[in-house]
């Protein structure tokens, strides 16, 4: 079962999924790169938002996600939570 909750972003409810093919796939789309090189912070909050655009009616363009998140990161901590790191 694929782990996910309902944030907000911009007054408005979304779900955030921990991981979707389908967001896989358009990050490959949208970036030009396979879904192993996401690396740098720009791939990972491409990543974010592929996930919601894969899994919502969300109305806004890459851009405008990266303006999104200046007033307001939640949205990357909520991500976090449902993707923890692995300690080795």
Do not use: H, W
Request: hydrophobic share 40%.
């Amino acid at each position: 079962m694929i782990k996910s909750k309902k944030i907000k972003i911009a007054k408005k409810s979304y779900i955030l999924k921990a991981q979707s093919y389908r967001a896989m796939f358009l990050f490959e789309e949208v970036t030009g790169k396979p879904i192993s090189d996401l690396k740098t912070l720009q791939d990972q909050i491409t990543y974010i938002y592929c996930v919601l655009k894969s899994s919502n009616d969300f109305e806004y363009d890459l851009e405008q996600f990266f303006d999104l998140l200046e007033n307001d990161d939640s949205v990357i901590a909520e991500f976090a939570k449902l993707n923890p790191e692995k300690k080795k």
